[in-house]
T-cell receptor
Framework: SQQGEEDPQALSIQEGENATMNCSYKTSINNLQWYRQNSGRGLVHLILIRSNEREKHSGRLRVTLDTSKKSSSLLITASRAADTASYFCATGISSGSARQLTFGSGTQLTVLP | DAGVIQSPRHEVTEMGQEVTLRCKPISGHDYLFWYRQTMMRGLELLIYFNNNVPIDDSGMPEDRFSAKMPNASFSTLKIQPSEPRDSAVYFC??????????????FGPGTRLLVL
């Protein structure tokens, strides 16, 4: 079963606006990652936040993590048409040699020019 | 580096046929993952390897699916016999754990499988 659930399932905004996507999960994690997938392509890693971190920035991306609420958000500022893609959160659990990412169902972001 | 390489990119086969998907991970990576993506079930982890050894195959749907990693630079996912419900995009991903400093997974372009 999927660990992370994204909200909203679909989001449509105008170029230049900010886009916020949310992710909720159920169990304890070591890290939470966000990936992007363009239509017909593989997933591309965007950013990772560890369970002891609360906020992280990378360029126009800002990720927050609230482990008490088991939730994360991804903010894309000053969106561009090229940001149109599906965005997935993935919860990471590591123990010994075990490494597992469980992906959510994704948010389809459309940025209108 | 060329990234994760998967072949074929597209495969159309008939029900009952054997299908073999191939993956070459990024050189130096010690983890290799196989995923399946469908509209109905999203992205599912099928199996993953660490240093060529299978660690967790609990996501493999049934005995018709098997995966091998004979060496650090090659892995196969085999479906025998294939069924229409196996139609999906199959992704291979690799990562280098590096004592926890990097847990990013690098995905290949995927193999789009259609079983008629």
């Amino acid at each position: 079963s999927q660990q992370g659930e994204e909200d909203p399932q679909a989001l449509s905004i105008q170029e230049g606006e900010n886009a916020t996507m949310n992710c909720s999960y159920k169990t304890s994690i070591n890290n939470l990652q966000w990936y992007r997938q363009n239509s017909g392509r593989g997933l591309v890693h965007l950013i990772l936040i560890r369970s002891n971190e609360r906020e992280k920035h990378s360029g126009r991306l800002r990720v927050t993590l609230d482990t008490s609420k088991k939730s994360s958000s991804l903010l894309i500022t000053a969106s561009r048409a090229a940001d149109t893609a599906s965005y997935f959160c993935a919860t990471g659990i590591s123990s010994g040699s075990a490494r597992q990412l469980t992906f959510g169902s994704g948010t389809q972001l459309t940025v209108l020019p | 580096d060329a990234g994760v390489i998967q072949s074929p990119r597209h495969e159309v086969t008939e029900m009952g046929q054997e299908v073999t998907l191939r993956c070459k991970p990024i050189s130096g990576h010690d983890y290799l993952f196989w995923y399946r993506q469908t509209m109905m079930r999203g992205l599912e982890l099928l199996i993953y390897f660490n240093n060529n050894v299978p660690i967790d195959d609990s996501g493999m749907p049934e005995d018709r699916f098997s995966a091998k990693m004979p060496n650090a630079s090659f892995s196969t996912l085999k479906i025998q016999p294939s069924e229409p419900r196996d139609s999906a995009v199959y992704f291979c991903a690799s990562s280098f754990y590096d004592r926890g400093r990097d847990e990013t997974q690098y995905f290949g372009p995927g193999t789009r499988l259609l079983v008629l």
